[in-house]
């Protein structure tokens, strides 16, 4: 097909097209490994960890699928915009550290209970003197929030919240976000591997961790530093305590209480634009 088509094809259906390409890389690469292991590893010269290039490019797909249908669409003054919205730094940097400290602190509050009731609890290789130079490695360690964020939130939220409320919109994004990460929990190099018998309570976490991020995201104005800034607390959280039932559901209950006394405390319309200026029909997701 020409150009023109594809471009015909993204106009008429953007977020459609968004989670197509986004699966089609994640899930593609994910097949090789799961279908070709060994010759991949082979081809590669290494095991699929989070330092392998086909990993990281492949938890980049929603913010590379995001930069590709914008460029078709609105080309490089598009690009220029949406990638302007890494900069905004307009919310009082005290929201990022509490929002931060919220969450890890919760992390580190979960530890100490499950030591204190006799639960296993993972050796940390930092000490409290060392957490921030540690909290700023992991985010470069582990790819998802700077390679996630901008897709699922600076792109396929507001076209969304163009067609749902922001809750039925959290519901939808958080369930598709879980299945994108299916094929980790079957790959037995990757640490999803690990919790694969709590897949139900990891989707439960996912979808209420998405709700969270919607109404701050809306309470905002669409701020992507600080969903990067939640994505990486919570990953952060995963080295404190083991991901097991009591992690899941505790911040199941920590991220709906906090979706709750966000959408009373800080009510805001919906974002819907994911640059500005993109117009109705060229969003309409219905």
């Not at 076209?159 to 809750?167: E, N």
């Not at 995201?217 to 083991?242: C, D, E, F, K, Q």
């Not at 559901?249 to 994911?274: Q, V, W």
């Amino acid at each position: 097909m020409s150009n023109s088509i594809y471009v015909l094809i993204m106009k008429k259906n953007p977020l459609v097209s968004f989670f197509f390409i986004t699966f089609l890389i994640t899930w593609g690469i994910a097949g090789l490994f799961l279908l070709f292991p060994d010759q991949v590893v082979r081809l590669t010269m290494k095991e699929a960890d989070a330092y392998h290039p086909l990993f990281r490019f492949a938890i980049s797909a929603p913010t590379l699928s995001a930069f590709l249908v914008i460029l078709w669409l609105r080309g490089k003054q598009g690009m220029l915009a949406y990638m302007a919205r890494y900069l905004d730094f307009s919310i009082p940097l005290r929201w990022y550290a509490l929002i931060f400290g919220g969450i890890v602190g919760f992390g580190f509050l979960l530890r100490i209970i499950e030591e204190t009731i006799g639960v296993e609890v993972p050796v940390l290789s930092f000490s409290w003197l060392s957490f921030i130079p540690y909290a700023s490695y992991w985010i470069l360690y582990d790819p998802g929030p700077l390679s996630e964020e901008g897709g699922w939130r600076g792109f396929a939220l507001p076209l969304l919240q163009r067609s749902f409320s922001p809750f039925w919109s959290a519901i939808i994004l958080g369930i598709v976000w879980t299945i994108f990460h299916l094929p980790s929990f079957y790959i037995s190099t990757l640490n999803q591997s690990t919790f694969a018998s709590t897949f139900p309570l990891f989707l439960i976490s996912t979808v209420t961790l998405t709700m969270f991020m919607t109404y701050a995201y809306n309470a905002t104005r669409g701020n992507i530093p600080l969903m990067i800034v939640i994505h990486w607390a919570y990953n952060l959280t995963g080295v404190l305590v083991p991901m097991n039932t009591q992690y899941f559901a505790a911040f199941s209950f920590l991220f709906l209480i906090g979706s709750l006394l966000l959408s009373r405390l800080r009510p805001a319309i919906p974002m819907i634009e994911p640059i500005p200026g993109w117009s109705q029909n060229e969003h309409d997701t219905r």
